[in-house]
């Protein structure tokens, strides 16, 4: 028979498991992110023609 406790002990490492995964995830996304961003500003930068007089 599982007691209260481990029980609780099991859904708290299932819960920051899951938790640190989630972070993990949300960063690799945020640095996707940013890194298409900044590709873009590099494109947009190099099909800008410079100021002409």
Same mark, same amino acid.
């Given at each position: 028979m599982v007691s209260g406790k481990q029980l609780a002990d099991f859904g708290y490492k299932a819960f920051s498991g899951s938790m640190m995964l989630l972070t993990l995830y949300a960063g690799y996304l945020c640095? +996707?992110? +940013?890194q298409r961003m900044l590709q873009h500003r590099r494109e947009r /930068? /190099?099909?800008?023609?410079g100021p002409q007089s």
């Open positions: 640095s +996707v992110r +940013v /930068e /190099e099909n800008t023609p």
